[in-house]
């Protein structure tokens, strides 16, 4: 199935954007059938290719959601906006991070009650010591 979708091109934090055609398996950046236009997201300049665009939008291209409505707002489809779903940011959760606390705590009361032992054993001998000097 072919897409028709945004390629990025452009200098570091200055994207620019190609309108490619391609097949949907392809990487964004990967091979591409055609270019169909280019968008620059900072000066808001659309440069496109209505003809190819309707030509393959007839023959079954579907575009992205991002593209479609880079499209709605130039006129060349009519319809309403679609809403651009972007994927969340991953967030640490905090039990995880509990879990971490929590195990660190429990290996330091092993480590404190590893040392009372030993301090025990240390007073235990030392008061044999004094026992047998008496």
Known sequence: MLVIRFNRVGRHNHAQY??????????????HIAIVGSYDPHSKQTVLKEDMIKKFLANGAQPSDSVYNLLVRNDIIK???RT???????????????EDVAEEKKEEVKDDAKEEKVEEKK???K???????K
């Open 18 to 31: 190609r309108l490619v055609v391609q097949e949907k398996t392809k990487a964004p950046s990967g091979k």
């Open 79 to 81: 319809g309403e906006k």
């Open 84 to 98: 651009v779903k972007l994927p969340e940011k991953k967030v640490e959760e905090k039990e995880e991070g509990s």
């Open 123 to 125: 007073e235990e001998s």
């Open 127 to 133: 008061d044999e010591k004094t026992e047998e000097k």
